[in-house]
T-cell receptor, first 114, second 112 residues
Framework: GESVGLHLPTLSVQEGDNSIINCAYS??????FIWYKQESGKGPQFIID?????DKRQGQRVTVLLNKTVKHLSLQIAATQPGDSAVYFC?????????????FGSGTRLQVQP | NAGVTQTPKFRILKIGQSMTLQCTQD?????MYWYRQDPGMGLKLIYY???????DKGEVPNGYNVSRSTTEDFPLRLELAAPSQTSVYFC???????????FGNGTRLTVT
C-alpha cells in the first residue's frame, strides 16, 4: 500500500548546527505535505507545509524542500536550539484519497546536544 | 480559544471495561479525527468525521466507536477494553480539507 515517511529513528546534532530531517513518500498523486513537531507528552504541532507546485518553502528558521522526481521531502532547521528537541513527522493528506485524512510516518527524533 | 481539549489525560482500565474518551473543539471546525499512537510509532487513524452527523472509519477502527452529534464534540468509545488498546489517543480538528490539523494533548490509556 501507499506509505509516507522513511525516517531515521534518531538524529543527534550540536546546538547551533543545522538539522536536516528527511521523509520519503510513495504516492505520485500526493500534492500537499505537512511537517509536524511533537514534544514529549504533547500532541503534534504544525510547523510548515508545502504544496506540490513549490520546490521550497521557508518559515522562521525552517525550510522545507520538495523533490517530486524522487518523492522526497526534507525539513531543515537552522541554528538548532535545545527547544527544537522533539519528534518530527511528515504527513500527507492524500495517501488514502478516500479518507482525506493525514497519514503519518514513524517520525524522526531530533536530539540537540548542548 | 482553548483549541482541542481532550479528557481525561490518563486512564487505567481493566480488560473488558468500557470508557469514552472525550474531545471538544471551540474553533467551529467541521473535520475531526481520532488517532492512536503506540510507543515509538507514528499516528494511526481510528475514525474521522467531516461534519456533525457524519463519521467514517480510518485505518484501525476495530474495537472503537464514535459519534458526532454536534460540531464541537467527537467522543471515542471503547466498549470492551483489550491490552492491545493500550496507547496514547489524540483528537484533532481542522476547518478545511487538506489543511493542517490542530491536535489535543492526548489521553494516555493503559489496559491491564
Amino acid at each position: 500500500g501507499e506509505s509516507v515517511g522513511l525516517h531515521l529513528p534518531t538524529l543527534s546534532v550540536q546546538e547551533g548546527d543545522n538539522s536536516i530531517i528527511n521523509c520519503a513518500y510513495s504516492n505520485s498523486a500526493s500534492d500537499y505535505f505537512i511537517w509536524y513537531k511533537q514534544e514529549s507528552g504533547k500532541g503534534p504541532q504544525f510547523i510548515i507545509d508545502i504544496r506540490s507546485n513549490m520546490d521550497k518553502r521557508q518559515g522562521q528558521r525552517v525550510t522545507v524542500l520538495l523533490n517530486k522526481t524522487v518523492k522526497h521531502l526534507s525539513l531543515q532547521i537552522a541554528a538548532t536550539q535545545p527547544g527544537d528537541s522533539a519528534v518530527y513527522f511528515c504527513a500527507d493528506p492524500a495517501v488514502d484519497t478516500g479518507r482525506r485524512a493525514l497519514t503519518f510516518g514513524s517520525g524522526t527524533r531530533l536530539q540537540v546536544q548542548p | 480559544n482553548a483549541g482541542v481539549t481532550q479528557t481525561p489525560k490518563f486512564r487505567i482500565l481493566k480488560i473488558g471495561q468500557s470508557m469514552t474518551l472525550q474531545c471538544t473543539q471551540d474553533m467551529n471546525h467541521n473535520y475531526m479525527y481520532w488517532y492512536r499512537q503506540d510507543p515509538g510509532m507514528g499516528l494511526k487513524l481510528i475514525y474521522y468525521s467531516v461534519g456533525a452527523g457524519i463519521t467514517d472509519k480510518g485505518e484501525v477502527p476495530n474495537g472503537y466507536n464514535v459519534s458526532r452529534s454536534t460540531t464541537e464534540d467527537f467522543p471515542l468509545r471503547l466498549e470492551l477494553a483489550a491490552p492491545s488498546q493500550t496507547s496514547v489517543y489524540f483528537c484533532a480538528s481542522t476547518g478545511q480539507d487538506n489543511s493542517p490539523l490542530h491536535f489535543g494533548n492526548g489521553t494516555r490509556l493503559t489496559v491491564t
